[in-house]
């Protein structure tokens, strides 16, 4: 490969990656062709992409962008699995489908500023995804006062039979 070419391979992989937070590793050494595009559609559907890259120009290019800690993942046939705003969704993905073909083996990756391991992945996969997160802490918020505005209710109901109960024995007794 020309030198020219390599540099604009290295450049590509810098820029692309420079304002990603969330990426993995993948070896896919054995994996079908066909097996490798319904993995690839499958992620795009997604919004997660799966890029081939030869070893020494990414191994440049993450060490031109401060993150030396992935370049020993690469080693063998390699690709690298970004996108998305969610790491949880990307290491469910990635983890799924490294299940249906065997061929397709986690290495590790760069999630959130820090370089992680294959256990780390799996402890992330576990999570739940980021919306449902969201939601869980809406409700945790909400939940306190949900609670108060009840027993608010609920005094208040009880006033309001208490009057009730108070007009009904008057109109009885007639006054």
Same mark, same amino acid.
């Given at each position: 490969? *020309?030198?020219?070419?390599?540099? #604009? @391979?290295?450049?590509?992989?810098?820029?692309s990656h420079r304002n990603i937070n969330n990426y993995l590793v993948v070896g896919y050494h054995g994996i079908k062709a066909l097996e490798f =595009?319904?993995? /690839?559609?499958?992620?795009?559907?997604?919004? $997660?992409?799966?890029? $081939?890259?030869?070893?020494?120009?990414?191994? @440049?290019?993450?060490?031109?962008?401060?993150?030396?800690?992935?370049?020993?993942?690469?080693?063998?046939?390699? *690709? @690298?699995?970004?996108?998305?705003? =969610?790491?949880?969704?990307?290491? +469910?993905?990635? $983890?799924?489908?490294?299940?249906? @073909?065997?061929? #397709?083996?986690? /290495?590790?990756?760069?999630?959130?500023?820090?370089?992680?391991? $294959?256990?780390?992945?799996n402890n992330l996969a576990k999570l739940p995804s980021m919306p449902v997160l969201r939601a869980q802490i809406i409700t945790g918020i909400n939940?306190?006062?949900?609670?108060?505005?009840?027993?608010?209710?609920?005094? #208040?109901?009880?006033? *309001?039979?208490?009057?009730?109960?108070?007009?009904? +024995? +008057?109109?009885?007794?007639?006054?």
């Amino acid at each position: 490969m *020309a030198n020219e070419l390599k540099e #604009l @391979i290295v450049k590509e992989i810098v820029s692309s990656h420079r304002n990603i937070n969330n990426y993995l590793v993948v070896g896919y050494h054995g994996i079908k062709a066909l097996e490798f =595009d319904q993995l /690839r559609k499958d992620l795009r559907k997604k919004k $997660i992409c799966l890029k $081939i890259v030869k070893n020494s120009l990414a191994a @440049i290019a993450f060490k031109e962008l401060g993150v030396t800690g992935v370049v020993s993942l690469f080693k063998g046939p390699s *690709a @690298i699995v970004s996108g998305g705003d =969610d790491p949880v969704l990307m290491a +469910k993905e990635t $983890i799924e489908w490294s299940k249906k @073909i065997p061929f #397709l083996n986690l /290495r590790g990756g760069f999630v959130d500023g820090a370089v992680v391991s $294959i256990d780390d992945v799996n402890n992330l996969a576990k999570l739940p995804s980021m919306p449902v997160l969201r939601a869980q802490i809406i409700t945790g918020i909400n939940a306190p006062i949900v609670g108060v505005a009840g027993a608010f209710n609920a005094v #208040l109901r009880d006033l *309001a039979t208490v009057f009730q109960a108070i007009k009904d +024995k +008057k109109e009885k007794s007639g006054g």
